[in-house]
């Protein structure tokens, strides 16, 4: 207000106005001093900066003299809203400081005609005090906004900093790994509370003590060590056994970082320990367990034998040194004929990462030259960062043999000719054989899982169940003559033998019975008995003394008459 009412002072003008651009809202504000206020004007004080046509004049540091509006052949929405205050003639003077286009200096009046060159001049130095003034309000207003902005963002800053330090003291507090924070000299700076339960000091007791006097640890931090953590060479790790106050020794690794100062020395050691006590309890009793395991186990890599435990030793009977040493051309020599090639195509999916049939089965020929049955079981692994195979090894060559023997015995049970039937002590049949199914007619499916009594008639039912308990009694049972219904109904008579099963702590777990069909014999010794008594019987119809003798002079028989006269002469005559 006071240059443009020194402006009037010196050049004549109705209405003179400033207008200051606002780029990023699009809009110029607009101060106005006459004889009419800025209210009349439509947007309340502010223009759209669409509005000036001529925009890029004035950026370019042009000026508008207008000596008529109304003989403007296309007036813009300022030119007609001028015309509309009565105005006929005005100057538009750009406002710029340093290249920049500050707003407008608008000077009018409502006489036409064109200014002079002395007030345009006039009017020119006034613009550039106006935007001098104007530039340094500016100026002075973006210095504050700019100020308040870093007041603001300090303290958005420091109140995150706060958090962070808060948020960074309860993950310190609450970590489950000892922390120790030391000085470069060693000296304790800060314990965690983990660290300070463990090592049953507070922070404020610990703080400045060299940390050799605070734990009781492996490593000595003294002397040439301080010198190295000095520069730089405090031990990334190590591990040592923290005593508690209670008595027990507890193993503790160790992780450090040092935090490097500005100038590129230590300024604070961070150490980091982990309780490996369990870990390292579980991995003790692995390695025993590993150590005293029964089965073998067999690490392989590279095709080299690089872990063995004594029971792998103990199968092949070479010493696990033995077989570090050994090429792989050699283990495959040992590798029976037969079994070399798909032992060696499964070792080599393995290693390529494939899938394959974790268990297989091959010969080995010992160290003394015995070869022996191996069960393994193999499957792909990690050791050291590297793809590895490791079997588990079990020497069940005993177990053959005996799978062959069960074989042998049981085409020897398929094969016989008598009934040999397995059942439990309770009576259920668990085993039958073909001669089983030829004497009785009942198939094994169809005698398998069944009580034993079912064979009995009628009125032998309770003799199965007595038979059962002699032999739980541990009583053997040798040709015992009975009777058994075959499937067809018919009745058979059978010769028993059964005999207790017991496991390998003597203990009776089962009955074997071993029935023979005497049928037929009985049949024949029948027969002979009958044949015998009809001899017999014509003999003792003779009238006459009859003895018949062997070859040797034995008296073989006898009829009554010759048994009579025997008596009366007291056995004078019985032998010639």
Known sequence: PIALAHLGELVAWDRASVLIFDEPAGEALFLESGGRGASELAGAGRLPLAEFRQLGRFQAGELRMVEDVTTLPEPGPIDRRLRGLDIRAYANVPLMVRGELLGLLNVARKRAGAFAPEEVELIRAVAGRLAAALWQNQLFERLQQHARLLEEQVRERTEALRHQCDFLDAVFDTA??????????????????????????????????????????????????????????????????????????????????????????????????????????????????????????????????????????????????????????????????????????????????????????????????????????????????????????????????????????????????????????????????????????????????????????????????????????????????????????????????????????????GVATIARDVTARKAVEAALRAREAFNQAILDSLPVHVAVLDAQGQMEAVNQAWQAFASETKGEYQAC
């Open 176 to 509: 489950g790994a000892l922390i120790v924070v030391l000085d470069r000299e060693g000296r304790v700076v800060r314990l965690n509370r983990t660290a300070e339960e463990a090592i049953g000091l507070s922070t404020a007791l610990a703080r400045e003590r060299p940390i050799w006097e605070v734990l009781p640890l492996e490593i000595e931090l003294t002397g040439g060590l301080i010198g190295e953590i000095r520069q730089g060479a405090f031990p990334e790790a190590f591990k040592s056994i923290l005593c508690t106050d209670c008595g027990e020794c507890r193993f503790v690794e160790w992780s450090n970082t040092t935090l490097i100062d500005g100038e590129g020395g230590v300024a604070y050691i961070v150490a980091v320990g982990m309780d490996s006590t369990e870990r390292r309890r579980a991995e003790e009793a692995y390695q025993r367990l590993v150590e005293e395991s029964l089965q073998g186990l067999l690490i392989l890599q590279d095709y080299r034998v690089i872990f063995a435990n004594p029971a792998f030793a103990a199968i092949t009977g070479y010493a696990a040194e033995t077989f570090y040493r050994l090429e792989w051309p050699v283990v495959l020599a040992n590798i029976h004929p037969r079994d070399r090639v798909s032992f060696q195509e499964r070792l080599a999916s393995l290693f390529r990462g494939e899938a394959s049939t974790p268990r297989f089965e091959f010969r080995f020929r010992r160290a003394d030259g015995e070869w022996r049955w191996v069960e393994s079981y193999l499957r792909p692994i990690e050791y050291d960062g590297a793809p590895a195979v490791q079997a588990t090894c079990t020497d069940h060559t005993e177990r053959r043999q005996m799978q062959e023997a069960s074989r042998r015995l049981a085409a020897i049970v398929n094969s016989s000719d008598d009934a040999i039937i397995g059942k439990t002590l309770s009576g259920t049949i668990t085993n039958w054989n073909r001669g089983a199914t030829r004497i009785y007619g009942y198939s094994e499916a169809e005698a398998l899982g069944r009580h034993v009594s079912f064979l009995a008639p009628p009125d032998r039912q309770r003799e199965a169940v007595e038979l059962l308990g002699r032999l739980q009694a541990g009583e053997r049972i040798e040709q015992y003559e009975t009777v058994r219904r075959h499937r067809d109904g018919r009745m058979i008579t059978v010769s028993l033998t059964l005999s207790p099963i017991e496991d390998e702590g003597g203990d009776v777990v």
